[in-house]
Structures are given as C-alpha cells and as structure tokens.
C-alpha cells in the first residue's frame, strides 16, 4: 500500500515529539529536522509529486537518521597518552609552561611535605594542547583522600578539579565551586597570571585541610568585598526609608521592624555574614557597619532636608 500524505504526517509528529524530548542527542536532532521538513511541506502536498517519490525520499531519510543514529550512541573511549608523563615522581606535570622551573621545585617540595604531613594528596597537572589523560590516575595513584588540580586555558575558566569522595566531608562542593571561581576566572588571570591562580588554589586548599575543613574560601577579595559594602549601604537605605516619622511621630519603630526581612537580608546575611565567614579582620567590617549607618541616617533625614521653608511674600 503506497505511504500516503497524512501517514507522513503522523510520523513527522511522533519524530518531532522525539527530537524535541532528546534534542541534546544529535542523531535525534537530524530526525526532528527531516520530521520538521515533511510536516511543514504538507501544504504543498497539491503540487504534482508521486507518492512513490515521496517513499523513496522519507526511506532515504529514515536510514540516514538510522545510520547517525548507530554512529551517536557508539561507545566513548576516554582519552589516555601514558607517553606524556614524565619518568622520574613529581607532584606536578606542568605541559602548558604555567609554572617555572623555581615555582615547581618549590610547589612539589611543598605538596611532599604536606602530604607528610595530613595525608591528603595535592597534585598539579597544566595542559593545552596536549594531556596525558585517565593516565596520570596510575601514575600519581589518585584516590579518595586526592586532589587533582587541571589548569586549561582553553576554556572560560583555567581550572577545573578530581576531587576524592573523602574531601567532601570537608569541603562541600559549594566550596569547589566559589574556589573555581574565584581563582579561574578570567580577570584573576589576566591580573595575576596563571602561576599566581595555580598557587593561590593550592594554598587555599592546605589551609582549609589542615584547620579541618572550610564551607567557604578563604579570604576576601576586594571585589567581593565592595559587593558587601553597597548592599550593606543598601540595607541602611530601606532601613531609613521604613523609620521615617509618620503622621507626627517620631522614629517609626513599628515600620521599620515590618521592613526588616528586607534590610536585615541585604545587612545581615549579603554584607556581614560573606565579611566574617571568610576573614577575621575587623576594618571591611567596621566599614560595612558605617554604610549601613550612612545609608540609614540619609534616608531617614531625606525628608527633612528636601523640605525648604515657605518664604513669606
């Protein structure tokens, strides 16, 4: 029996229900396409083309989908160059030249001791062009008490990590996330340089492991605490506004405690909470404390300042 109009049809809807619940896989991306292609020429179904052509077409196109389809789930080799290890021990394997040869002699010496020291294992490895892959696992035996720190500049953050599943007791992966972030990002290396990053990771990591463990990174940056500052600055804002005399009142105790989710958010948890949790100096506090104060004194007086007095004609 010849495939008619409205059997191409049903098909093309079940293959775009198809490709639009898979569309990450690509075999399936190509099938929403060809579906997409045969039900949005439906209307020209009037033009003079045999059925049988029509046939021959959508079965090309149903073995072509099939055929990338066999191709996409073909199994995944990971990638594994034992060639590019050195072969004498080291803690670092340094193929993009990130580090020099003083900084790695000093880095290695340093994760030996560590590792001596806590038991916990930090290792190094930079590539760009060329990686060992799955194979630095054998050679520095990476386990559940291991860190593998990569430095790839190919991508939009120099550094990613194998973190062992015994760190996480430790370091909770918000903790990975914040550290990535702060010392990968694009500005950092573009000021510091990329031996700088590795570096200051690195020390970040002794420090939280040998005092224990850390929720948060250590230290605050300038830019994070500026952030602190203006929402802090913002919170005394809200907090003026709310305290405001009403109806010939003085200070409005009752309107300020209403609005103080709002102000004890932006205060609180957004400019003290990120200061204390990451540094145990008291100036970016007390500065934060003085915006606060600042924001709410100029709100709360606002009214009174923009008030001018009527002059008598």
């Known amino acids: 029996m010849p495939i008619q109009i409205d059997d191409i049809e049903r098909i093309s809807v079940v293959l775009l229900v198809l490709g639009l619940i898979n569309v990450n896989n690509s075999a399936l991306i190509f099938i929403f396409l060809t579906a997409l ?3 949005c020429t439906k209307p020209f179904s009037m033009l003079p083309i045999s059925q049988a052509s029509l046939k ?3 079965g090309f196109c149903a073995a072509f989908s099939l055929m990338l389809m066999t191709w996409a789930i073909a199994p995944a080799y990971a990638y594994d160059n034992p060639d590019l290890l050195p072969q004498t021990r080291t803690n670092i394997i340094d193929l993009a030249d990130s580090l020099s040869s ?3 002699e000093k880095l290695d010496a340093d994760l030996d001791q560590f590792e001596s020291e806590t038991g916990w294992k930090l290792r190094v490895l930079t590539q760009f062009d060329r990686t060992p892959g799955r194979a630095v696992k054998d050679f520095w035996g990476l386990d559940d008490r291991s860190v593998l720190l990569v430095a790839d500049p190919r991508g939009g953050n120099l550094l990613s990590f194998s973190v062992g599943d015994a760190l996480y007791a430790l370091l909770p992966r918000t903790f990975w996330i914040e550290l990535q972030t702060r010392y990968g990002n694009q500005f950092y290396v573009r000021d510091n340089g ?3 990053s590795i ?3 690195i020390g970040s990591l ?3 492991l040998r005092q224990g463990g850390c929720l948060v990174v250590p230290g605050l940056p300038r830019e994070q ?3 602190t500052l203006i929402t802090s600055a913002i919170g005394g804002l809200v907090f003026g506004f709310a305290a405001q005399p009403r109806d010939g009142k003085g200070f409005s105790w009752q309107w300020a405690m209403i609005f103080s989710p709002l102000w004890g958010i932006l205060f609180i948890a957004f400019g003290v909470g990120p200061v204390v949790t990451r540094t145990s100096e008291w100036l970016p506090l007390a500065r934060n404390f003085a915006g606060f104060a600042l924001g709410a004194i100029v709100a709360y007086l606002l009214p009174m300042l923009s008030s001018k007095p009527t002059s008598e004609t």
């Open 102 to 104: 003083m900084q790695q």
């Open 194 to 196: 990329e031996d700088a």
């Open 206 to 208: 002794k420090t939280c």
């Open 37 to 39: 292609f045969f039900y």
């Open 199 to 201: 570096i200051d990771t």
């Open 56 to 58: 021959k077409i959508f």
């Open 225 to 227: 605490w500026i952030l």
